[in-house]
Nanobody
Framework: QEQLAESGGGLVQAGASLRLSCAVS????????MAWFRQAPGKEREFVAA????????YYANSVKGRFTISKNNENYTMLLQMSGLKPEDTAIYFC???????????????????WGQGTQVTVSS
């Protein structure tokens, strides 16, 4: 069993930057892909970005491409989401997610990931 914990959310003005962190812990931590999702009030959880743990190019939702950057630290099992040029429509609870040991068919689907953090609130004011 792996546990995920997000941090770094907050209230910022439009145009500002924010960095989210996701720390992975557990008795055994596997090198599997991880992702960020977000969920705004009244909306479904949506894909933001994903990164293969062992290498390979990251994936981004079109809505954040060019503004958000996903990265990881293999040594301390931490995933980051650097967000810049934030917009009010980026306001949501942001969740980190981790896949299991199986081939990934679709990085953008929540059901791909069995492990989830509790979420961190990001609010962008206009």
């Amino acid at each position: 069993q792996e546990q995920l914990a997000e941090s770094g959310g907050g209230l910022v003005q439009a145009g500002a930057s924010l960095r989210l962190s996701c720390a992975v812990s557990g008795r055994t931590v596997s090198n599997t892909p991880m992702a960020w999702f977000r969920q705004a009030p009244g909306k479904e959880r949506e894909f933001v970005a994903a990164i293969p743990w062992g290498g390979g190019s990251p994936y981004y939702a079109n809505s954040v491409k060019g503004r958000f950057t996903i990265s990881k630290n293999n040594e301390n099992y931490t995933m980051l989401l650097q967000m810049s040029g934030l917009k009010p429509e980026d306001t949501a609870i942001y969740f980190c997610a981790k896949a299991g040991l199986y081939p990934i068919r679709d990085y953008t689907l929540p059901r791909t990931y069995p492990y989830w953090g509790q979420g961190t609130q990001v609010t962008v004011s206009s």
